[in-house]
């Protein structure tokens, strides 16, 4: 699981405790105690929910990040080796294929 699924895990079971922990010890009447959990479920999810934009940028960001160093440095390495483009497209090839058998795997 990935350190933002662990993230998102521990929040919701730390909201169902809580909630669960508030129900047992609410002095309240049984309304009051409902309207003060919907409040704080409330709050967490829009918490979750900026948290999960915050982090879908990053990402997409990162690739954005990735995906042009990537064409950089194709692209360097393609002018530099003019000369080379049969031995190039060789190797871009068998990278290909070393990444389709990864994939696969």
């Keep these: 699981m990935t350190k933002t699924g662990n993230i998102l895990l521990a929040l ?13 010890f609410a002095p309240d009447k049984g309304e009051d105690t409902r309207r003060k959990i919907k409040n704080s479920v409330d709050k967490k999810t829009s ?11 990053e990402v997409k960001g990162k690739s954005s990040e990735i995906k ?5 440095n194709i ?9 080379k483009t049969d031995e ?9 294929n070393d990444l389709k058998k990864t994939v696969k795997s």
């Design 12 to 24: 919701v079971t730390g909201v169902a405790i809580g909630t669960g922990v508030g129900i047992l």
């Design 47 to 57: 918490k979750l929910k900026k948290e999960m934009d915050k982090l879908a940028r």
């Design 88 to 96: 190039v497209i060789k190797l871009l090839d068998k990278k290909l």
């Design 68 to 72: 042009g160093s990537l064409e950089e």
């Design 75 to 83: 692209e360097s390495l393609l002018a530099k080796s003019e000369y």
